[in-house]
């Protein structure tokens, strides 16, 4: 079979591989999409501490049952999958008080196993144990539920956030992740939702497609008094920063009204995770600040059924498909900025 196998950095390599097999408790399925993200950018440029090569990559899976090992009870040759990224052992004190997306000992696809830039993908029993794997329902396309990953992750986000009835919520970053959040603060009952992005062809790909009440674009303008304009000096009550921007961070405080919540989405990078918080904001003006990392498979779970539902589509924002010998060009579409959703079709 062929993969796209992560070497070092800036060394990814679509080459032949052996067929993995399902052992116990396992399943190998049969990848149909692996979208791509910034994750997967910068995994080829920096590599990652998690990651030892050589690593097959792709962590947003869906596809079909090929094998079924023994023990891996209720599955069937040819059922249609999607498959968790962020592995939790279940066990652990933040996983049974509920924090399965903050785990000490988790595991990831595409990280520590390998992942669906492949035509074949064996899904460990640790997935399965943990209810990992979720059934796609009819009519919803392997490539629809391959964006059920990221997703997942945005919900997490929000709900750290309490987006809820009435909210003024403004999300920078107008990728993948900044649109999903757009249309998730809606269903869950925004009364506005800003989308703030740098550069001027992404903001109006993205703005043309989810609708955000405003568009603001960063590149020439103070974004924190035009939030504070449009929302009659009172400022925003959620804001989310999907941008790997300590700038944007520190202006999302800035942005926030009374009582209002920013949510630090993006990670900075790791030579420089220091930003400068202005505490009297905090303290005065009851301000709080949340993380989001990664999801639990119940964020899975819930994403697939909003997918499903139609109440977050995401058929649109899937702007490039390719074969996975074109993974690398993929990649590198996504680090230009120049798509929304890439996903691989092996």
Not at 52 to 81: F, I, K, Q, T
Not at 198 to 224: F, H, K, Y
């Amino acid at each position: 079979m062929r993969v796209a196998r992560f070497y070092a950095p800036e060394d990814v390599r679509v080459e032949d591989a052996p067929e993995p097999s399902a052992g116990p408790g396992e399943l190998v399925i049969r990848v149909r999409n692996c979208s791509t993200c910034g994750t997967d950018a910068k995994i080829w440029r920096s590599g990652h501490p998690d990651l030892r090569p050589p690593r097959v990559l792709g962590h947003e899976v869906a596809g079909e049952v090929a094998e079924v090992g023994d023990g891996a009870g209720g599955w069937s040759v040819g059922d249609r999958v999607q498959v968790i990224a962020a592995i939790p052992d279940g066990s652990c004190h933040e996983c049974r008080r509920g924090g399965m997306s903050v785990c000490p000992n988790q595991e990831r696809i595409g990280y520590h196993h390998d992942g669906g830039f492949a035509e074949l993908m064996r899904v460990p029993a640790r997935v399965l144990a943990v209810d990992g794997v979720n059934r796609i329902p009819g009519g919803l396309s392997f490539a629809e539920a391959s964006v059920v990953e990221p997703l997942s992750c945005v919900l997490n986000g929000q709900e750290q956030a309490r987006v809820g009835d009435g909210d003024t919520v403004v999300v920078v970053g107008a990728g993948p992740i900044g649109c999903l959040h757009v249309r998730l603060a809606r269903v869950r009952g925004a009364a506005r939702v800003f989308l703030v992005e740098q550069r001027r062809r992404r903001l109006e790909m993205a703005a043309g497609l989810v609708r955000p009440d405003e568009a603001i674009e960063a590149g020439g303008t103070d974004t924190v008094a035009a939030v504070r304009e449009l929302t009659d000096g009172r400022g925003a009550d959620v804001i989310i920063v999907a941008a790997a921007s300590g700038q944007a961070q520190e202006e999302g405080l800035r942005m926030a009204a009374r009582r209002g919540r920013v949510s630090f989405f993006g990670g900075l990078p790791k030579d420089r995770p220091a930003i400068t918080v202005d505490a009297n904001i905090v303290h005065y003006r009851e301000v709080g600040i949340v993380g989001a990392n990664g999801s639990s498979p119940a964020h899975n779970q819930h994403a697939l059924e909003l997918i499903a539902a139609g109440a977050v589509p995401v058929a649109d924002l899937i702007t490039h498909r390719l074969p996975l010998e074109a993974t690398v060009e993929g990649i590198h579409t996504v680090a230009r900025g120049e798509a929304i959703k890439v996903t691989i079709e092996p």
